[in-house]
């Protein structure tokens, strides 16, 4: 039973489409998780009940999602692995390489993203840091079975996640909302899919940690 006063984080958790409907009404499910769907809806003037049927409608359409919430820590572990933290390290360095390009070619347009591949490579360093503390320290404490001592190392990974969101509002502010202008060459507008697609994997890999991981670690 669905309701509008359950949290964007645990609606996701029992029905991963909901993802999907959150991001296109730009619902933050990650960081914001903890806030209910009503209270969501109403701070963007959104119906929370048309928004609640879009999410059941999404899941009856893809009832084969892997339940992460129901799979061993070991089993998300991996797959947060294989599916968040490898490819992060290849495409931020390629989406800096397409800002800077942008950026140069395009300098005399008022409309490009002027500063973003700088932004971007701080986000690198960010999110390799973030990486590793998860990879070096906190997981292999949870694989250990000593989830019980994790307490201070979840808090700063939630605090970092934190730090994620905000960047990802930074690069919606330097391109115009991701908004591709008439004047765009083909790596301009593969820049702004592709910052659109990193939003999308980054708030999923959050509520994965922060609304499924996490909670279940620190429950015991």
Known sequence: MTSTDQTLGDLVAAFPSAAKVFHRYRLDYCCGGKQSLKEACAAERLDSDAVLREVEAAEADSADEVRWAERPF????????????????TEI?????????????????????????????????????????????????????????????????????????????????????LQIPDCACASWRELYRALGEFEAELMDHIHLENNILFPRVLAG
Do not use: C, W
């Not at 070991?74 to 390290?89: F, G, K, S, T, V």
């Not at 320290?137 to 949870?142: A, D, G, M, S, V």
């Not at 190392?153 to 730090?163: F, G, L, T």
């Open 74 to 89: 070991d089993e998300l572990i991996q797959h947060i692995l294989e599916r968040y933290h490898a490819p992060l390290r």
């Open 93 to 177: 360095p390629r989406l800096i390489e397409l800002a800077r390009r942008v950026e140069r070619v395009h300098a005399a347009q008022p409309a490009r993203p002027e500063g973003l591949a700088d932004f971007l490579e701080e986000v690198r360093v960010a999110v390799e840091s973030h990486l590793a503390k998860e990879e070096q320290i906190l997981f292999p404490l949870i694989l250990s079975g000593r989830g019980q001592n994790a307490y201070m190392p979840v808090q700063v990974m939630i605090q970092e996640h934190d730090d994620h969101g905000r960047s990802l509002r930074r690069i919606r502010e330097l391109t115009g909302d």
